[in-house]
Structure formats: C-alpha cells, structure tokens
C-alpha cells in the first residue's frame, strides 16, 4: 500500500471512529491500540491521551503550545472540524 493509499485508509478509519457511539466497539478499538505504543486513559466519557516521549517529541507539543497561543490572540486561523472534514471527504472521495 502506498503512503497516498495508507494515509487516505487512515482517515477513514477516523472518520469512522468519530461517527461511532458504540462504547463497547470503541473500547474493543482502545484495547487493541493499547497493545501497541499507544497510551490512553479513561476520564470519566472523554479521552485524553498521555504524553508520551517515545512516541511524539517534545518539540512536537513545544509547536503545539505555540500555535495554540496564536490561535487565542487571534494570530493564527483555523478551520472548524466540519469544515477539515468536508475537505478530506472531497480530497479522497469518502
């Protein structure tokens, strides 16, 4: 599978993730994600993920914290999510 191929399987695999609302299918998803690298917790409904220097670097999280200040100043735009996911579905073909 190309990168192309492979990065277009990803974000159908999150889209799809995003429209379900079944917890236990959902939980099934974490559980097995959970085998890998990837850490997540429980916080009541909502997830947070843990920071995790092995597998997303600090500078990554230093840009982050950046841009967000940019963005509450009003500095740096944004799209709502309807609006990145319209563009994905046109940009793929969902």
């Known amino acids: ?6 990065n277009a399987f990803k974000i159908e695999l999150l889209l799809a993730l995003i ?3 079944d917890v236990e299918k ?3 998803i974490k559980a097995i994600l959970n085998k890998k690298h990837f850490s997540v917790r429980e916080e009541t409904s ?3 993920a843990k920071k ?5 670097p600090q500078n990554f999280y230093d840009e ?16 709502s999510w309807d609006e990145v ?4 579905k046109e940009k793929y073909d969902f």
């Open 1 to 6: 599978m190309n990168e192309e191929k492979l």
């Open 19 to 21: 429209d379900c609302n």
């Open 26 to 28: 959902l939980n099934r």
């Open 46 to 48: 909502q997830y947070a």
């Open 52 to 56: 995790n220097e092995e597998v997303v």
């Open 64 to 79: 982050l914290e950046k841009d967000f200040e940019l963005y509450q100043k009003g500095k740096l735009e944004a799209k």
């Open 85 to 88: 996911k319209q563009g994905l």
